[in-house]
């Protein structure tokens, strides 16, 4: 199992052990974290899973696909550089300790 810390926007930690392989975004639901929707169930159809991953993490999640970039277009929250799709970051045991920061909205 990895430990991934979930931080909301008012700076609450979630520490939550996930498989790897599981997806940010099915981590997050699985654990009952509010914050994160994934309203379409990971295909990358919406941006209801969008997070941000700190620059320092960049090493340790893939680069961010073409896919994430048009469906963060319609994200309700600021995107920025360190936005991504939670459903395309699949946890590793890289991953450990890594904090992702959640958006204070999703719609």
């Given at each position: 199992m990895t430990r991934i810390?979930?931080?909301?926007?008012?700076?609450?930690?979630?520490?939550?052990?996930?498989?790897?392989?599981?997806?940010?975004?099915?981590?997050a639901i699985s654990n009952g974290?509010?914050?994160?929707?994934?309203?379409?169930?990971?295909?990358?159809?919406c941006a209801t899973c969008h997070v941000?991953?700190?620059e320092e993490d960049d090493s340790r999640v893939p680069p961010r696909a073409a896919i994430e970039d048009d469906m963060l277009e319609s994200a309700a929250d600021e995107v920025t550089e360190r936005s991504r799709l939670g459903?395309?970051?699949?946890?590793?045991?890289?991953?450990?300790?890594?904090?992702?920061?959640?958006?204070?909205?999703q719609y």
């Open positions: 810390v979930f931080r909301t926007s008012e700076g609450k930690d979630h520490p939550v052990e996930v498989e790897p392989g599981t997806s940010l975004m099915l981590a974290l509010e914050g994160i929707v994934g309203e379409c169930g990971g295909s990358a159809m941000y991953i700190a459903c395309q970051i699949l946890v590793t045991s890289a991953m450990e300790g890594m904090i992702v920061q959640m958006p204070a909205c």
